[in-house]
């Protein structure tokens, strides 16, 4: 028996399959489904009776799909996984539903099979749809689980290289209100009324069918046809990014620039609090009082204020006994205006205090074999490491911005300050063991890992000889007192940026031994069968390690990896009104259509796009590759030998991935917000890291 597909409607997916079954209801009720006929599960029409069926619906060509009972079902989609024939002449539908038939008995079928509605095939043929463009829409964002958010792809021609993942497409997002947010890039394959045109399709298909949905569509002689509608699988939850209290609330800030994922549960309950106590505790020594800067996790990802809690001003200075004002002054303001006034007054005390007490303080500690009690110890003294490293760091990071408004104002515009303080720090080949991706203790580090190595020495000199060629430019430009004013500005801003490369590696040296503290109580828990695994630790709170709950930690696990999922947003909240646009510039939290960030490494450079999570995927990356990541620690230094440029979703100018890259003379883009999601593994992209562009050509 072989059915028109319209007339085919109500028979069931036990008859004509999970495709057939959505489109031959959708085309009784009106929706503009290209006409077809559907071979039933059950029936076994002969090669005549299939050519007869052909004829009647055109000369052809014909597209022959699969129509299986288990396919497209509300949890299991299989997509891709059946048979599809495209450009089919009308002599060979038969085969082609035959090959569509035997395709359903193909290994990578039987290993997902995952139904218990039965193995049968329905086959649908079709007319092949003229298409000037084809694409996919999902009418919830598969990423974050938004409702309000369909998202469009899109390719010229037929959908079928983008279905098999052969290009990525063009990509538009279209909210309910209609509003359209169009590609990074200039669009070259639909406008905004053709994506609201394909939005209205998909969403008048979820109304239909009552849960979010996955189509297929093409646009043929200006008109959008439907091709397939199935569920979405997998869809998270949709999320709130509701800011916890007023104001501007940062993730790639401060400590936030080491946490590329949600954290766990047992870092946020326990060593979060303990570092946030050493910082504070650095604070009230070096400026007399302390200050909170408020912190948060939101929906498992941390975020804080770049800013402290001024209602804890007033107070604050009244216990600093004078010292608050001018700590502020020489820390927060001169240094970029006169750095070197600020190194004078302040700053090199400051270095001195942590190369001499504090570094070897915090070494001391280390020398002990793990045991329960050093944990809150070591949280305390790398929390002070924090603090010094806020400091001296920022500094650095203003120290730059001033060398770069000094270029301007003597018209040395053209020349990049970052190139200036390239090659400055000693390269190593192979990551420090203490080195970590990030800095939840959940996480390996680079030495429990066997961090990758580069087999060559690190290209240094050609960024020894940038430096040398820009400063030699600006010597020949200047004259005195500009020269004098220049050369102090340039050797103080050397110097704090070496400082805060070396209090950036030295951070972590406690890790190996804070993991092997965790893993002792995780070993504990495991062998007394409170836990199944040393590492579900992670996973509970710390008044849970006296006592686990049943099956809490895998819960929180499986909550965590849905987590990991969320693309996150640089900023929640609203920034202050007085200083909100200049946070939000020199934040890089401004954002355009284009896939923009702040220019942290200058160059142009392009390569293959390679998204790297953490560093179990190091063996990935290539000599050549862009590299695109959360953002990075110094565990990742030795990648950047390989690759041809960086680009990471947060950081900052005086983020790690800023400074190795002008380390080793590549580009880098830093602060994205979601280049991780945005590109994808293998696509050719280029990172001006001058401008802090990252273009994908077409």
């Not at 008048?204 to 046809?225: C, L, T």
């Not at 390989?642 to 950081?651: N, Q």
């Amino acid at each position: 028996m072989i059915i028109n597909l319209a007339a085919a409607a109500g028979l069931g997916r036990e008859r004509i399959g999970g495709k057939a079954d959505a489109l031959a209801l959708l085309a009784a009720e009106g929706f503009p489904v290209p006409d077809g006929f559907v071979v039933p599960a059950d029936a076994t029409p002969s090669a005549a009776e299939l050519r007869r069926a052909a004829d009647g619906l055109g000369d052809g060509p014909f597209a022959v799909r699969s129509s299986a009972v288990a396919e497209d079902l509300p949890g299991a989609s299989y997509a891709g996984l059946y048979e599809t024939c495209l450009d089919v002449p009308a002599p060979e539908v038969a085969d082609a539903v035959a090959r569509c038939r035997e395709a359903a008995r193909a290994e990578r079928v039987l290993a997902y099979h995952v139904s218990e509605r039965g193995d049968g095939v329905a086959v649908l043929v079709q007319p092949m749809v003229a298409a000037q463009a084809a694409g996919v829409a999902f009418t919830a964002n598969p990423l974050s689980g938004d409702r309000d958010e369909t998202v469009i792809t899109a390719v010229r021609g037929l959908g079928e290289p983008l279905v098999s993942g052969a290009v990525t497409g063009e990509e538009w997002v279209v909210r309910r209100k209609w509003t359209v947010h169009p590609p990074h890039q200039p669009p070259s394959v639909l406008n905004a009324g053709q994506a609201r045109d394909v939005a209205r399709l998909a969403w008048r298909v979820q109304e239909r069918f009552g849960s979010p949905q996955d189509i297929e569509w093409a646009i043929e002689a200006g008109q959008v046809r439907l091709l397939q509608a199935r569920a979405m699988t997998a869809l998270p939850e949709p999320v709130s990014w509701k800011a916890p209290g007023p104001g501007l609330w940062l993730r790639n800030f401060r400590l936030g620039e080491w946490l590329p994922d949600p954290v766990t549960p047992l870092f946020a309950d326990w060593l979060l609090a303990r570092i946030d106590e050493g910082f504070r505790a650095g604070m009230r020594d070096t400026a007399g009082a302390a200050v909170r800067f408020p912190y948060a996790i939101v929906n498992g990802w941390y975020y804080t204020h770049p800013t402290p809690a001024f209602g804890e001003l007033p107070g604050a200075l009244i216990r600093s006994r004078g010292r608050l004002l001018p700590f502020m002054r020489n820390a927060l303001l001169r240094p970029g205006r006169d750095p070197a006034a600020a190194h004078n007054a302040l700053l090199d005390r400051l270095h001195e205090q942590w190369l001499e007490r504090e570094l070897p303080a915090y070494q001391e500690l280390l020398d002990q074999p793990p045991a329960d009690e050093l944990i809150d110890a070591i949280g305390h003294a790398a929390g002070r490491q924090l603090w010094y490293l806020a400091v001296l760091g920022g500094a650095a990071w203003k120290m730059e911005s001033c060398l770069t408004r000094f270029l301007g104002d003597h018209d040395l515009a053209d020349i990049n300050a970052p190139s200036l303080l390239t090659g400055l720090t000693e390269l190593t080949h192979t990551a420090p063991s203490h080195a970590v991706h990030s800095i939840d203790w959940y996480h390996p580090t680079a030495g429990e890992l066997q961090a990758a190595t580069v087999e060559e020495p690190a290209p240094r000199q050609e960024a020894a000889r940038l430096r040398a060629e820009a400063e030699h430019i600006c010597r020949e430009r200047l004259r005195p007192p500009a020269l004098t004013r220049f050369t102090a500005l340039l050797q103080t801003t050397r110097h704090y940026t070496a400082v805060r490369e070396r209090q950036a590696r030295d951070l972590t040296l406690g890790w190996p031994l804070l993991r092997a503290c965790v893993l002792r109580i995780g070993r504990r828990l495991a062998e007394s069968g409170g836990i199944d695994t040393p590492d579900d630790v992670f996973f509970l709170t710390r008044v849970e390690l006296h006592r686990p709950p049943s099956g809490r930690a895998k819960q929180r696990r499986t909550a965590w990896q849905q987590q990991r999922r969320l693309a996150a947003p640089l900023s929640i909240g609203s920034p202050p009104p007085l200083i909100g646009r200049h946070l939000e510039h020199t934040l890089g939290l401004t954002r355009h259509g284009a896939l923009t960030g702040q220019p942290a490494s200058p160059g142009r450079a392009g390569g293959p796009a390679c998204i790297v999570h953490d560093l179990s995927d190091a063996d990935r990356v290539q000599p050549g590759d862009v590299l695109v990541a959360r953002t990075t620690a110094p565990a990742w230094t030795p990648l950047f030998a390989r690759v041809a440029a960086v680009v990471t979703d947060g950081g900052t100018l005086a983020a790690h991935a800023s400074l190795i890259a002008r380390e080793y003379g590549i580009p880098a883009v830093v602060a994205t917000g979601d280049a991780t999601v945005r590109l994808h593994d293998g696509q050719y992209v280029i990172v001006d890291g001058t401008r802090g562009w990252v273009e994908t050509p077409s």
